[in-house]
């Protein structure tokens, strides 16, 4: 008995010891220490020759360094203006913390509905139109100075074209405040140019709103409505009658101005100002002043200015327009919500007092949420190479819970069928902080379920010295060989050699990669990665 119980137990000890071997040997696969003398053979570059360089002085040249997109990735945000070149002939990709700028004061104004009862709107002290004291552009600068990324930029200029192509088409009447309105017959030509208004408008602020209750919004066109406030004019396309219900009321009314004269003046001065403003600018037609602040002046002279409340759990979404002939509109997402939000009547009647919020541009466009922003590059579609050497030299912060990468996007990356032949992402090198690593990769059938890679990862490289190093790759009909500090450490083929071009990126990544990058100080701010020269290569 006590043999059979020793013999058990000499055996369990074995099979633990092979599987805990079998473990720490699985998780080390394609890994290996990185001793500089274990890798003698440097490239010759004598035997190539120059084709492309980038040494970034002067300005960071945007006709070959686009930008990623901008928003969300992986755990962070990639964003434009954390990349920039120092001027000493750097480029830099910052990662810094940002949170959202909440205004720092909370205040209520209660507005009297059209039925009599009361309506708190609570906001902030970004306040309604913009400033504080109404006029002062020295509050331009209260909340932020940071930059806004292109793709705002591109859709209010989008958003103030589509607006003057759908009012272009009707001879609007100057009317008095007192007249009957004008409501024009809608043809389906005018919907469908005035869709081209709507959809902008919610894409604003459903795909780059930072406000999370206005992901959720999804309101059919027919329930949105431009309304004139400076004429009389009135376009609605729900069952709203216009000729029933005084919607410029309404409107001013959940801007907390008394009557539709008040905010038809207070929306000229603002863009009068903005208009002056932004002619003094050397910046031409857009100034970032005025968008921090929650204005847009598009480049046709059509001022935006966005807002939106909330009441309960219906979003009215506004802009405020003032075109080059300085007529005063305002768009609204949802009817019914803005007649609720004011209590217009009775039939829209909710209760005696409602709390409505109101969100200033910080939150809505420009700031975006707590998190972790980065700079990044690429040359898509400005710049693409094929089989060369390619070599960036930078110098590499050590601040674990970030990670940098030089990499190329060629061909197809998504396409299945054919291995790595069709396309292939490389990854000349990935920085890993925590494990001080350099991590070499190949990946191709897509992200998904089909995915395949093959990759090397050096340990112990002592990169983030303070020095400058260099990490190169050289793609050709054999293969892929990868360097380090001039060294070859790697050669590989993946699937398949990949005849396609690609284009290069530059980035800085946030996100889960267990004990390779580890975790984030909390009390991180800011770091800089300082590249000092992107070169390719082709073989003489």
Not at 145 to 152: A, F, H, M, Q, T
Not at 364 to 390: C, K, M, N, Q
Not at 506 to 535: C, H, K, N, Q
Request: aromatic share 16%; proline share 2%; with cysteine.
């Amino acid at each position: 008995m006590k043999r059979s119980l020793v013999c058990v137990l000499i055996l369990s000890f074995v099979a633990t010891m092979f599987f805990a071997f079998t473990a720490c040997k699985s998780s080390n696969v394609n890994s290996v220490t990185y001793d500089p003398s274990d890798y003698t053979e440097s490239i010759d570059l004598t035997k190539y020759k120059l084709v492309f360089e980038d040494e970034f002085e002067g300005e960071l040249n945007r006709d070959i360094w686009g930008d990623t997109r901008q928003g969300t990735r992986r755990d962070g945000y990639w964003t434009k203006n954390l990349a920039y070149t120092d001027g000493d002939g750097h480029l830099i990709l910052r990662t810094e913390r940002r949170g959202s700028r909440y205004c720092s004061d909370t205040l209520e104004k209660t507005v009297t509905g059209y039925n009599g009862s009361n309506v708190t709107l609570t906001y902030d002290d970004c306040y309604l139109f913009g400033m504080s004291s109404f006029g002062d552009l020295n509050d331009l600068h209260v909340h932020t100075d940071d930059l806004v990324g292109n793709v705002i930029l591109d859709k209010f200029e989008s958003l103030g074209k589509a607006y003057a192509s759908f009012m272009e088409r009707f001879d609007v009447p100057i009317l008095s405040y007192d007249r009957e309105q004008y409501a024009p017959a809608i043809t389906e030509e005018d919907l469908h140019v005035y869709r081209a208004f709507y959809d902008t408008a919610m894409e604003l602020y459903t795909y780059y709103s930072f406000v999370k209750a206005t992901k959720s919004v999804d309101t059919p066109i027919e329930r949105s409505a431009l309304i004139d406030a400076s004429y009389g004019y009135t376009m609605t396309f729900g069952s709203v009658d216009p000729y029933k219900i005084d919607l410029h009321t309404a409107v001013a009314k959940l801007f907390g101005c008394e009557t539709k004269a008040q905010l038809h003046f207070l929306a000229l001065e603002l863009a009068e100002i903005y208009y002056n403003y932004g002619m003094g600018s050397p910046s031409a037609t857009v100034t970032n002043e005025a968008i921090e602040n929650g204005c847009f002046r598009a480049q046709n002279q059509t001022f935006i200015f966005p807002v939106a409340f909330r009441n309960e759990s219906q979003i009215v979404l506004t802009y405020v327009i003032v075109d080059a002939g300085y007529r005063v509109s305002v768009w609204v997402n949802d009817v019914t919500a803005l007649l609720r939000a004011v209590n217009y009547n009775s039939d829209y009647y909710t209760s005696a007092t409602i709390r409505n919020e109101s969100f200033c541009k910080n939150t809505l466009f420009v700031t975006g949420p707590e998190g972790v922003y980065s700079g990044a590059v690429r040359t898509l579609d400005l710049y693409t190479h094929g089989f060369g050497y390619y070599e960036i030299r930078c110098k590499l912060p050590s601040t674990e819970g970030i990670w940098h990468a030089f990499w190329m996007m060629c061909g197809d990356v998504y396409s299945e069928e054919n291995g790595s032949t069709d396309g292939v992402e490389i990854d000349v090198f990935e920085y890993l902080p925590a494990r001080d690593a350099v991590n070499c990769a190949l990946h191709w059938d897509g992200y998904d379920e089909a995915h395949q890679n093959d990759h090397l990862r050096f340990e112990n490289v002592n990169c983030a010295d303070g020095e400058y190093h260099t990490f190169g790759m050289n793609r050709d009909e054999e293969g892929y060989t990868f360097y380090i500090d001039g060294k070859k450490v790697w050669e590989t083929k993946g699937e398949g050699i990949c005849y396609e071009e690609g284009y290069l990126k530059i980035s800085t990544e946030y996100g889960e990669w267990g004990d390779w990058v580890g975790e984030l100080d909390p009390d991180f701010e800011a770091v800089d990665w300082v590249i000092d020269y992107v070169r390719v290569y082709d073989k003489k």
